[in-house]
């Protein structure tokens, strides 16, 4: 509800307008009186108030000046001007303090009150408007912790940025962080026993980890984490000092090491100690820009991992970031989201195949280097695809025939052609697979659309009606129909009904009047209209042509 202010030097101008308006009929809930623009100021000051009418010559301080001291105070409230007089200058000043309305006096209630239902309108908009940013301010604060996560996944699988864009979109999540910031790496895993049994209680003990982490940390470092897909929490540490490359001076890159290597152990003996759990810690021994190939940091970091870390006794390890370990490097391109297995589960077929031929690429590079290769490729392929068969109710083996004995093998391919000739093959069914069960599904939607309208040619055989009928949407079965048949609902509703005039004309005795019932039309006279139009004579022509 909104609060309007009246403001007029005469004060039975005010009473009047106050009185015999019903106000709370056009959605307002208190009115203000005042007599003098100095009187407004002060309702303006102490209430909320979000109309203003005034009058525009006042004694002392004129409408339009107390406009322009209102604007000073709030853009928001709604002003509207009266006057006597017809003058083009208040009416170009009106424009210019961007008022909601300009009356005549004497003020015309029917006038007034139309344009308080407008002015209401626009504060419904503007309340519309409001709460729709407001959700979507409120949304994001909530879901920036896996905002600011996801991107540094995205960072680590090695997502290509902008120096610019990376810098805009850590702005965005209000991040602590700049592209050109040095930062290190930082590893932390559950061990042992230390993991939780169910996924909640799993994700209240990696919140209290990593609040416990940034609390150790904080003094000297920020941080920013995310889970990686192996359950484990990657950290990128910055110094919140800078430091000098020339010894006896600021703390160096070593120093802070050290530093972080106590700030590990004190968090292991906290979380030992306040959640009963055991941690290991593995820190990179390198330092790179934030805007550089972090994800090649990460890799040496995870293969730090399975080489140091894990089983029942905590570890603080600090690994090289040139490890002989991660040379071989790994298949980017087959853990790259949206996953293959994604791609066919939601039928886009086309971009699926794109990202086997990306796989591909990035084998013919890679797979000389180590037949285990080829296998991670097809295991991971012959998953995605067993998923989909399993999805539709049968097994992979059985759709693809001979073509499915290299499931039963540890290691089926010795080339990079015999996998790509596999892979293509069983993908080029499973689409065909996809299409025929599609173009069955719709055929079923057709016949059932046509079944009703045989069924219901005396009643409704709207297009809602259809559609409550098959249980789908008007918009998509009517697209459907046009698709497999060629023409649209409504015209094969006509046909039928006109085909099934004219069976019945030909039986003579049969009236017209019982025919545009049993059609379901509501007169004859509608009947024959609709009739005429389609044969291009009446129903009784048609008749006495037989």
Request: hydrophobic share 40%.
């Amino acid at each position: 509800m909104l609060q309007l202010l009246i403001v007029d030097d005469h004060p039975d101008q005010v009473e009047s307008m106050a009185q015999t308006i019903p106000w709370c009929n056009y959605g307002i809930e208190a009115v203000y009186k005042a007599y003098s623009a100095h009187e407004a100021l002060d309702y303006i000051k102490s209430r909320a108030i979000d109309i203003m009418i005034t009058d525009i010559r006042m004694p002392e301080m004129n409408g339009l000046e107390l406009i322009r001291s209102v604007r000073a105070i709030s853009e928001k409230i709604k002003c509207v001007l009266m006057s006597g007089f017809s003058d083009f200058e208040y009416a170009k000043q009106a424009i210019q303090y961007k008022t909601a309305g300009y009356l005549m006096k004497p003020v015309d209630t029917q006038e007034l009150t139309t344009l308080i239902e407008q002015i209401h309108v626009e504060f419904q908009n503007e309340w519309n408007v409001n709460e729709v940013v407001q959700n979507a301010l409120y949304t994001l604060r909530e879901n920036i912790p896996f905002l600011r996560a996801q991107l540094l996944m995205d960072l680590l699988q090695g997502r290509q940025l902008s120096h610019s864009a990376l810098g805009k979109k850590m702005k965005a999540l209000n991040l602590s962080f700049a592209a050109e910031d040095e930062v290190c790496m930082m590893v932390i895993r559950l061990d042992g026993d230390s993991a939780a049994n169910d996924e909640e209680n799993v994700s209240l003990l990696e919140y209290a980890v990593t609040n416990m982490a940034e609390e150790v940390f904080g003094e000297a470092f920020t941080l920013w984490h995310c889970k990686d897909a192996d359950g484990q929490l990657v950290f990128l540490v910055r110094a919140n000092k800078p430091w000098e490359q020339q010894p006896h001076q600021e703390p160096t890159r070593e120093a802070y090491l050290k530093q972080m290597e106590l700030y590990a152990e004190e968090l292991q003996k906290k979380t030992r100690v306040y959640l009963k759990r055991k941690v290991s810690v593995l820190l990179m021994n390198q330092w790179m820009r934030l805007s550089g190939p972090i994800a090649s940091m990460y890799q040496a970091a995870a293969a730090g991992v399975r080489k140091h870390l894990g089983g029942d006794k905590q570890f603080v390890a600090v690994v090289s970031g040139d490890m002989e370990i991660v040379q071989v490097g790994a298949l980017q391109t087959l853990y790259e989201p949206p996953l293959l297995l994604h791609l066919l589960e939601t039928g886009r077929w086309e971009l699926a195949s794109d990202r086997l031929e990306l796989i591909f690429a990035e084998l013919a590079v890679k797979w000389r280097e180590s037949p285990e290769y080829l296998s991670e490729a097809f295991f991971f392929i012959a998953g995605a695809f067993m998923r989909i068969s399993h999805k539709n109710g049968r097994p992979l083996q059985n759709l693809i025939g001979d073509y499915g004995m290299k499931l039963q093998q540890n290691r089926p391919f010795s080339s990079l052609n015999q996998l790509r000739d596999w892979v293509v093959h069983v993908f080029e069914l499973l689409k065909g697979e996809h299409q025929k069960e599609s173009l069955e599904s719709k055929m079923t939607v057709v016949e059932r659309i046509q079944a009703y309208i045989g069924q219901h040619m005396d009643g409704d055989a709207s297009l809602q009606a259809i559609a409550d009928h098959v249980g789908l949407h008007p918009a998509y079965i009517s697209k459907v129909y046009k698709v497999e048949t060629g023409c649209c609902i409504s015209d094969y509703v006509m046909k039928i009904k006109m085909d099934k005039a004219v069976e019945l004309l030909r039986n003579k005795n049969e009236k017209v009047y019982n025919i545009a019932s049993q059609l379901g039309y509501q007169t004859p006279h509608y009947f024959i209209k609709v009739f005429k139009k389609y044969y291009g004579m009446t129903p009784q022509e048609f008749k006495l042509k037989q």
